[in-house]
DNA sequence: CCCCGTCTTTGCGCTAGCGCAAATAAACAC
DNA sequence: GTGTTTATTTGCGCTAGCGCAAAGACGGGG
């Protein structure tokens, strides 16, 4: 994928940056593109380039000694992913990332990236708007998985999802997720039995549609009342 | 407490401050001393400051909306916190910040420090290597949450609570820690009673010693043993 | 030294959620 | 269209961990 410097504005990060910088990004930067199951890294790798995500889905996941996996948060074109090794040279990456679909990323070096922010405050902003964001919204999915019963997660899970991807359908009402319940389970620490469960009751009660790795919420407000515990 | 700029400087994140620079800082900063039990300041509340701490002790803790609170972490003197404010104009706290004890910390104006920000890349740098082992760390602990028995959960805490702050006792062999049950349990999702019957099996079997608010680890690899779920 | 508040322990019963197993359904390859 | 692979559903039994309740144990204040 050919990539321009009007696209590479539309990354958050890079909003602020001169027509000069994104050259001068473009410039140190490769593609790479990685098929559907293939991985753009592994956790632990060291972390040589950060990436800009051009076509397709990557999953950011976490795995533990035993293999278990926990899915940290997928990413959609024209955002940044494997951007904490940009900040410490011989960082490596806190988690692995893995191509849901085809896809292309633009890989920065992190060398270099690393030099532009001495003297490119905007840059530095613009990475720790990104980080900061991350940790609050990790805060708060550690707080709910210490806290909030099975149910409320998965509805919380599925109204961040929706805002964080989305497709509203035009004539259908309803949003659209393109989840399987493996998946879901994933994001809270949960069993895809137990999703199962979970979908098939809400099916029955009009709150969402399901198919096979897909969810549509029909009645969103459904979904927050679950998730505010108000259910039970 | 009167602070120096050599004490400034034990701060992480101000590591490679100028002397010019750490004076600055403290004309921009105000002292406050909170008494054990209160609040430097509260989830929700707009982040006008930043802190360091000078003397004490701080749990930072989120709160669900029903009151139900997770313990994040616990700040020792010339820690910073309260710090993702610094990042943007209007941000608010996503903590709650309690004094353990009576405790006082350096309050620098918000606002001041994104000005240096501008023009102090070292400052970012710093900022972000704190924000990045956040990220890491609540990741990590996530990940802990979502997969692994409340035992092992359990027993990583208390060996990163050894890493984080852990007195070694002279004459004694052990690292003691001031925790009490409830806190342990905040910290890993559990609660005061699982927490109560672990700790009693574990002194059972001479891995700890226990007291009230008082934990003292006597052998380490029975707890990295029990972290990596080599035991049942 | 005694009182009181707080922290801790432990017995007991319960249930949310796990996880196997087997059936079914949907998509895909040829 | 057929066979195969992969995702999903659901019944069933089980147990880890919750949480009440009541009884200790500790420590500080007066």
Aim: no cysteine; hydrophobic share 40%; aromatic share 8%.
């Amino acid at each position: 994928m050919k990539v321009s410097p009007a696209d590479l504005r539309k990354v958050v990060v890079f909003e602020k940056a001169t027509d000069d910088d994104l050259q001068l990004i473009l410039q140190n930067s490769i593609d790479r593109s990685i098929e559907e199951g293939g991985f753009f890294f592994f956790q632990g790798d060291v972390a040589e380039h950060l990436y800009v995500l051009t076509s397709g889905q990557v999953k950011l996941t976490q795995s533990n000694p035993t293999g278990q996996l926990v899915n940290l948060r997928t990413i959609y074109p024209w955002q940044m992913f494997g951007a904490l090794g940009a900040v410490r040279a011989e960082a490596v990456y806190p988690a692995n990332a893995e191509a849901l679909e085809d896809s292309s990323a633009l890989a920065i070096k992190s060398n270099f990236l690393r030099s532009m922010l001495e003297t490119r405050p905007y840059l530095s902003f613009g990475l720790m708007n990104l980080m900061t964001s991350y940790i609050q919204e990790m805060q708060e999915r550690y707080r709910e998985l210490a806290t909030e019963r099975v149910e409320q997660r998965v509805a919380n899970a599925l109204i961040r999802l929706a805002g964080q991807s989305g497709v509203r359908a035009e004539k259908e009402a309803g949003i659209e997720l393109s989840f399987s319940r493996q998946d879901v389970a994933e994001m809270t620490g949960t069993t895809l039995y137990t999703i199962s469960r979970l979908l098939s009751e809400w099916e029955r009660q009009g709150i969402i549609a399901t198919g096979r790795e897909k969810i549509r919420i029909l009645k969103p407000h459904g979904l927050v009342r679950i998730a505010e515990g108000l259910e039970k």
